[in-house]
């Protein structure tokens, strides 16, 4: 079931990515948005269907992913304010030498668009995702601890 899941993660990524593959040279921010969709995907999976996975007996690792979820909301919070500055302060003048040479510039606009509602979209998952995950994996570790027969 896990491998399905991890299959679905990456045909996501792939058709959410696609467009901005095709459009850009540099890439550096297609990367966290492959970071944001993975983390999306993954945790609000474990939020609710966390009896499911493999993740629903094992105490030690609820308890690693907790407290590295309280560092990674702080690195999500910085890579989405980066790229809402960047788009800010830079504009599209600099954005410019992010696209192939050949690209036209409604085409560019259009890309434009899509990779800051991308990122929007799945940076904001990822980090609500991450803030709940640790309070629900919380609640699953004390249920699995006292024995009452649910995760």
Not at 88 to 110: C, H, N, V
Request: a neutral charge.
């Amino acid at each position: 079931m896990e491998a399905i899941w991890w299959l679905i993660t990456f045909v996501v990524i792939w058709i959410v990515t696609a467009p901005m593959w095709a459009a850009y040279i540099k890439n550096d921010y297609i990367y966290d948005s492959i970071l944001n969709i993975i983390i999306f995907i993954t945790f609000t999976r474990y939020l609710f269907l966390l009896k499911y996975t493999w993740l629903a007996h094992v105490q030690a690792a609820k308890f690693i992913i907790i407290f590295s979820c309280l560092l990674l909301v702080f690195y999500l919070i910085q890579q989405f304010f980066a790229y809402q500055d960047f788009v800010d302060k830079e504009g599209t003048a600099l954005f410019m030498s992010y696209f192939r040479p050949d690209i036209q510039p409604t085409e560019w606009y259009r890309v434009m668009n899509y990779t800051t509602k991308e990122i929007s979209f799945f940076g904001v998952g990822a980090i609500i995702a991450t803030i709940v995950l640790p309070f629900r994996l919380l609640v699953s570790f004390w249920r699995v601890y006292n024995d009452t027969g649910t995760v």
